[in-house]
């Protein structure tokens, strides 16, 4: 039995991984739960699997949440401060981070320093300070697991291969929801842009899969994961969305991770490593797949991935910057404040505004991620 947080556990990911503790009630015990602001849903875990701990990071509603959970005998936090103490419990073996944002970062640092295991889907921090971040979890001796899909294939198809056979990583795009889209991109709407054709997901990663910022960002995660330059990382757009990733080595050979489009498989894989557990989802049935196709994506159509490669290319604290510009165009966007247009042309303004540290510590990070921000929101 092995004792879980989940971080994030109201959303996509967070719910998925509740599925898997389901399906392998004697394998994993929740320990401690935190959401930002889904009252209800969160009591409803609560109730269900009985933590510990729950933390709601929108300390308004903590009323709320009260008065829905009941006398469960569960310590309730709120805020920054909540998820830190859950990332730091004795008790706890591995912390999933199922959040979205940069405000994964100084929890995810947290967890590392407290010896626990992290896997990780909050892919900002890996972005922003993925290169402190494999040092400190190297130097405490603790794993980072990635839950993302192409990620997790990665990982999967390097395990027990020297990096020096290693030539190239590639990681697969399904092109989101305008991959064929002619003419401009000027009129998207949010409503269109959420609608993704292969993957249900949160809003922000579903507005970054419509820009191809996802795949940028992906970049940047794996280059710090796997510690590979950029420009030996490819993206190919692959539109059936079952080879998640592929591996090339030196020799001209190649290995694909294949899988069917649902979460649960990779989110499993790093609950459970380095075993692999039964369960009970959708094989993939090879003869029903007509054919597989690959295409070269559109960089100037969706400049968001140029970018991602630029800020990994460059370093430092430009990957922070870029991130941060993201996410705030992102948010605008959302909000019907900005043009789905607006995203790259401001994320290139703040990276050129943007006055590089070479080797920044955490504090230089986080305040990267502040200025950014605010340059973000006065060009917007």
Known sequence: MENIAILGSTGSIGTNTLAIVR???GRFRVRALAANQNVEKLAEQAKEFRPAIVCLYDSSLLPELEKKMGRLGIRVVTGEDGLLE???LP?????IFAMVGAVGLKPIFEAIRAGKNVAIANKEPLVM?????????SRRGVSVLPIDSEHSGLW???EGHAAKSVKKLILTSSGGPFRTKKGSFAKITPRLALKHPKWKMGAKITIDSATLMNKGLEVIEAANLFEMPADQIEVLIHPEAIIHALVEFVDGSHLAHLGI????LPIQYALSYPERLVNHLPTLDLPMLSRFSFA???????????LGYEASRIGGSMPAALNAANESAVKAFLNEE????DIPKTIEKVMKKHRVIRDPGFQEILETDIWARREAENIL
């Open 261 to 264: 489009t649902d979460m649960r």
């Open 129 to 137: 300070a993925g290169s402190l971040l494999m040092r400190e979890a």
């Open 23 to 25: 399906t392998h009630p």
């Open 156 to 158: 999967q198809c390097l």
């Open 296 to 306: 070269q994506p559109d960089k100037k159509r969706f400049p968001c991935l140029e």
């Open 86 to 88: 859950i990332c730091r």
């Open 338 to 341: 900005a043009a789905f247009t």
């Open 91 to 95: 008790e706890v073996k591995k912390v």
